[in-house]
């Protein structure tokens, strides 16, 4: 096995931790999957009557007739990866290959106040006991997990192609276009952004909505990515935007492929001042830097600029790191492992007045490691004010690790501590400077109360 080169502070893909709010649902969580990897055989049920309208028809899709099919095999496993079957005598060499990493770099000696010897010898006992291929996958998924640290976690071969691709920002998969996260307290999921061209776009659904239900199907603990599915097939999503009832809208699945979108836009002032506002969803997809530099450029120098990380789950140093340089540079911190440290180190790149223009950064519970600490340093630095509520607090930095067959494992390996001031973020999290904060889907950007207030606190209105 060997190191990846890319350190991460939180992976978007696999993470299925016991902070459910923190998982995206496209790409798919690690959760079991289905023994096939190709999506059965199935029998279309017609769409009983009286009809939706679909809100949009492909070309390819229109001499399909439109029908549903059932829920529970309405995900669509990736089919260019083909699942491998791996012997028990290589199932028990990588389980004891991850058990070596854990105990030799896992960031905490304690191992978190679990006993990481008990935890091994049960798992130890289920491989011996025979698993199939996919089963042992998902048991050393369950087995990482129970470290709790909410960070690290094991990735199965077909996994670890997905997490590449999308890591690329070249996404493809049959579905109707929606990169959200769902809050099971409320029983819905919360649409982050959608795809340009997506189903989801044509049917009108955009950031700030949320999904009630998939085919009738509630969104609960037992929600699956029931949005896949096989290509040209209908799926009746109930949506609510904010302040409005529901509605039903029928979607026709097709092709997505693309990486995952920015929002930029100016902010609307009374004042005359020119400030942007860009939205970063993610820090895991290396079309971002790109994106937003396009952005910086568009929008010409700022008098102010916002930058909302509220719904951001963390990524890659090499997302995160080419972003910091638009905004600021030199010593902003270290990574401490169990015996060594490294540090973080910015050379600017300015693009317009990026590194002079007054800066906003917005959090909320849901920004996450990278997005922890991005607003941190640059908080600590003096260069940015925070809004929105205190982050949760965690800040750990992954390391990962190859297995021969192509599984991985990302280990909690370092946490971080910035260079100007004492703080330890993994117990407070990034506090605001400004407390202003709503759920993401009972507002639009016109009436959002953290955008209002940090305008305000530019001096702008």
Not at 66 to 72: E, G
Not at 223 to 249: I, K, M, N, W, Y
Not at 423 to 437: H, K, L, S
């Amino acid at each position: 096995m060997r190191i990846k080169r890319i350190i991460f502070g939180l992976l978007i893909l696999p993470m299925l931790a016991c902070n459910f709010v923190t998982q995206m649902v496209y790409p798919p969580t690690p959760t079991p999957l289905p023994t096939e990897t190709m999506v059965p055989t199935v029998t279309a049920s017609p769409i009983p009557t009286p009809q939706l309208q679909p809100a949009y028809i492909p070309p390819e899709c229109s001499t399909v007739p439109l029908a549903t099919i059932p829920p529970d095999l309405a995900v669509q496993a990736t089919p260019d990866v083909p699942i491998e079957e791996i012997s028990q005598a290589e199932q028990l060499s990588i389980f004891r290959e991850l058990g070596d990493v854990v105990e030799a770099v896992y960031v905490y000696p304690d191992y978190n106040g679990k006993d990481w010897n008990e935890i091994e010898s049960r798992y130890q006992a289920r491989i011996e006991a025979g698993l199939d291929t996919q089963s042992f996958y998902n048991e050393m998924f369950l087995m990482i997990e129970e470290l709790g640290d909410e960070h690290s976690f094991f990735l199965s071969p077909v996994e670890v192609a997905e997490s590449e691709a999308e890591l690329r920002g070249d996404i493809e998969y049959v579905g109707v276009g929606i990169y959200g996260q769902p809050d099971f307290e409320r029983d819905r999921l919360i649409v982050v952004s959608t795809f340009p061209g997506s189903p989801a776009a044509y049917g009108g659904i955009q950031h700030h909505d949320s999904i009630l239900s998939v085919d009738g199907q509630a969104i609960n603990e037992d929600f699956s990515d029931r949005l896949r599915g096989p290509q040209c097939s209908a799926v009746v999503l109930t949506v609510q935007s904010p302040g409005e009832a529901p509605r039903d809208v029928m979607l026709v699945r097709y092709s997505i492929h693309g990486n995952i979108p920015i929002d930029a836009r100016l902010v609307s002032t009374t004042d005359g001042s020119k400030i942007g506002y860009i939205f970063i969803p993610s820090f895991f997809d290396e079309t971002l830097p790109e994106q937003i530099e396009n952005a910086l450029n568009e929008f010409g120098r700022l008098d102010g600029l916002i930058l909302d990380l509220r719904m951001n789950g963390g990524g890659s140093s090499s997302v995160t790191y080419p972003i910091l340089e638009y905004f600021i540079e030199g010593r902003l911190g270290q990574f401490v492992s169990r015996d060594s440290s490294r540090e973080l180190e910015i050379r600017a790149n300015e693009i317009q007045n990026s590194q002079t223009v007054p800066l906003i950064v917005m959090v909320s519970q849901d920004t996450v490691s990278f997005g922890e600490i991005f607003a941190g340093v640059l908080q600590d630095a003096g260069r940015a004010q925070i809004v929105g509520e205190t982050s949760l607090g965690n800040v750990e930095v992954l390391h990962g690790y190859d297995f021969e067959d192509g599984s991985q494992v990302w280990i909690a390996a370092e946490t971080f501590t910035s260079s100007f001031s004492g703080a330890n973020w993994e117990e407070t999290g990034i506090i605001p400077d400004v407390q202003a904060f709503a759920e993401w889907d009972t507002f639009y950007f016109e009436n959002d109360p953290s955008v209002a207030a940090a305008v305000n606190l530019l001096g702008h209105q």
